[in-house]
């Protein structure tokens, strides 16, 4: 476990400042020596790994613990206590100054933690003002602990991802710093102020409500560090795979898809766009477009045939791609073939992604004509096997028909409950 020890290192010259002591720097080093031990030991490894030992990645995780349960923890439960008092204390405080200092003697002690291993792991210092930790309280400490736990969920996701690539104590050490950096004062201000400002809205086309109803759609994926490096640039940490090469700043990935709404859709490639549109049998171009384009229409239709066999949240918004789950069933079921296959028919695709599908379907709607007495003649012509040949199309519209739907011959939802109802 890491025992924290306070050393002040603040001096009444300015220009000593900029000095670089031989103290300062082995304390600095012993300071970092002493994380890196505890985080070893955090992650239940007998010692160190070696370089390009895959055992770094089970450091990373054990930081991340460690992270969660002595440093973000106790900070974020210090903001309930000190909302508890403020609350109870406010009338009879005038200023955000005098403010500022009752939530400081709750959270001061965590924030000087979380200070003290950020430092050590490389952290530039950042300075918290008043109006910020003041704000925290404010917006309500529940909201604070959503917001930061979400973006460290995802931060774990992302380092899930990239397993293979932490070999090397830099790069596990940078791992763990930028998680950390995830529950600093300046970021999670730096989070929220992104979360308003990335939220747009939109009319909810499907409501049949006589007033408006508005659906939320944006928000931007923030990785580690982002919110700062706009505003502080002594933040920007960008470390090589290969720690024995120079360190550049990479440039932006130009090869993501356009017309991206969600978080997750912004991490889509270019490439893996443009299989995704193949699979939903629409143009592949990259250009996801807006909620009335035809690639949103294609998804809309994929997640209605998908809702037969998952259970898909109401929350989830019907046009867009909200999970590597629903991604994955999107490229295991759809393809260019099929697409061809299924004439560009979207929900029928999906719908029946194996032909005993097919097979079923056809004796369920057999089953229905039969009993509702629709065309027997007709019904009689219907192909046999897993095909959707044309008696089964024009049975189909007489169908449609009969229930005063529109005479397609393609299966819609609402044709498709009808039957199977």
């Known amino acids: 476990m890491l025992t924290i020890i306070f050393v002040s290192a603040c001096t009444t010259d300015p220009e000593s400042s900029m000095v670089l002591r031989a ?27 070696g370089p390009e030992s895959p055992d770094w990645k089970l450091v990373v995780l054990g930081g991340y613990d460690y992270v969660d349960e002595d440093l973000c923890k106790p900070f974020l439960n210090s903001l309930f206590v000190a909302e508890r008092n403020l609350r109870a204390t406010r009338n009879q405080i005038s200023d955000i100054g005098t403010a500022a200092i009752a939530i400081m003697s709750f959270a001061g002690t965590s924030l000087e933690a979380i200070g003290y291993v950020a430092a050590s792991l490389g952290l530039a210092k950042s300075t918290i003002d008043n109006y910020q930790i003041v704000r925290l309280v404010d917006l309500g400490p529940s909201r604070v602990l959503q917001l930061v736990n979400r973006a460290q969920s995802a931060y774990r996701e992302q380092t899930m991802r990239r397993a293979g690539d932490y070999t090397h104590e830099v790069l596990a050490m940078n791992a763990i710093a ?11 201000v730096s989070l929220i102020d992104k979360a308003v400002d990335n939220t747009n809205f939109v009319a909810d086309t499907s409501s ?25 640039r002594g933040q920007a940490r960008f470390v090589p795979k290969n720690p024995n ?61 998908w809702a037969y066999t998952v259970k898909i949240p109401d929350s989830d918004a019907r046009r867009t791609i909200n999970g590597p789950d629903q991604r994955l069933a999107i490229l295991s079921k759809g393809s260019q073939a099929r697409c061809n296959a299924w004439n560009n028919n979207t929900f029928e695709m999906f719908l029946f992604p194996e032909a005993q599908n097919v097979m079923e379907f056809k ?44 005479a397609t011959g393609i299966l819609d939802k609402k044709t498709f409950d009808l039957i199977v109802s």
């Open 363 to 406: 004796e369920r709607f057999i089953a229905t004509m039969i009993k509702e007495k629709i065309s027997p003649e007709l019904v009689a012509k219907i192909e046999k096997g897993d095909s959707f040949g044309p008696n089964l199309r024009e049975a189909l519209k007489v169908f449609q028909q009969s229930k005063q739907l529109p």
């Open 245 to 305: 090469s120079p360190i550049v700043v990479p440039p932006r990935d130009p090869t993501r898809i356009s017309g991206a709404i969600t978080n997750y859709e912004r991490d889509i490639d270019l490439s893996d766009g443009k299989l995704i549109q193949q699979a939903l049998c629409v143009k592949d171009d990259g250009n996801f477009g807006g909620l009335e384009s035809k690639t949103r229409l294609a998804i809309e239709q994929f997640k209605l045939a």
């Open 208 to 232: 049949t409500l006589a007033a408006p109803q508005l659906l939320t759609v944006g928000g931007m994926q923030v990785s580690p560090n982002a919110a700062l490096r706009e505003s502080e």
């Open 178 to 188: 930028g998680y950390l950096d995830l529950c600093r004062v300046p970021t999670i």
């Open 23 to 49: 103290d300062r720097v082995k304390a600095a080093a012993n300071n970092r020596v002493g994380v890196v031990a505890s985080m070893v030991e955090y992650s239940g490894l007998p010692a160190k790994p």
